[in-house]
């Protein structure tokens, strides 16, 4: 298990995350993600792009009469599709998400899964911008487009000064909220780990005023003590606290405990009208990503 120290950096070479998130975004192209993300996620509407000329099984409605008598040809107005959708992540950067038991800690996960979705965000034609917090705001970048642009977000990422502290995800909303004019589409991506009694409250407030997507960063050993080590040191990321436990003791009641905790966060999430996705450190994000798109839009056709 590891834990970031201030001072070092976060173990993110950004040259070959670059060409790591390029390969991604070309799965995903491949796998005709964009145009499904484009299909469950809508731009601000259509707008008006040219005429043409009228073909069976056309929709009439379309017609233009007008243009049609002055051009003494039948027309229907065709449009394109007006994007410019901003997406807003809104990312846990508290000191529960400076942990991990694999080669990642769930911060370089987690920051490498927003890198790479900003990434396609504006790669399928949005705006992505960045808010990180704990119990305070630590960083926000504005949403905006561009390469320029995604490498101020990568920059925000990999700089370690913007992680630690406790967590209040309600005072991270709320300040989303209160400084965006533009709605459009939050995605929450968190290990949800020291949550205040109360917090539903603030997603469902959240999925009044945005389209909200839940995405819940775990560690395997945020699911599972391990096993056959004898005595281990559990230490509270928020008050430094610890205490010595055996896993064998208490291994089978907190899995349980944490099974119904991420059940009770899922079922918050979906009542709420969002949706919600779990990742685990240990496992690569693509797919669950391509497979979320699809069911999506499953979801919404049917």
Known sequence: MKKADKGKTLHLDVVALV????????????????????????????EFEDYRAYSPGDDARRIDWKA??????????EYKEERDLDVY?????????????????KLEYAAEFVAALSYFVMKAGDKAGL????????????????DEHFHIILRSLVNIDNYGGGYDIEKAINFLIKTTKER??????????????????????????????????????????????????????????????????I???YERY?????NTIREVFLGSNADFLKLLTNEPFVQPLIEYFIKRRERISS
Request: charged share 30%; net charge positive.
């Open 184 to 249: 459009g589409l939050m995605i929450i991506v968190s290990d949800f780990i020291g949550l205040r009694k109360g917090w539903d409250k603030i997603i469902k407030k959240a999925s009044v005023a945005f389209d909200v997507i839940g995405v819940m960063i775990r560690d395997p050993r945020d699911e599972k003590l391990p096993k056959g080590i004898g005595q281990v040191v559990i230490e509270d990321p928020y008050t430094d606290s610890n205490i010595v436990m055996d896993p064998k003791m």
């Open 89 to 105: 992540f809104l990312l846990d950067a508290s000191s529960s998400m400076i942990f991990g038991s694999t080669e990642r800690l």
């Open 251 to 253: 291994g089978p009641a």
């Open 68 to 77: 049609s008598v002055r051009t003494n040809d039948i027309l229907i107005k």
């Open 131 to 146: 808010v990180m917090f704990s119990d305070r705001i630590t960083n926000m970048v504005p949403t905006a487009t561009g």
């Open 19 to 46: 060409k790591k998130i390029e390969i991604m975004v070309k799965i995903l192209i491949n796998t005709q993600v964009i145009s499904r993300y484009r299909s469950v996620f809508k731009g601000k509407g259509l």
């Open 258 to 262: 944490v099974k119904k905790e991420e």
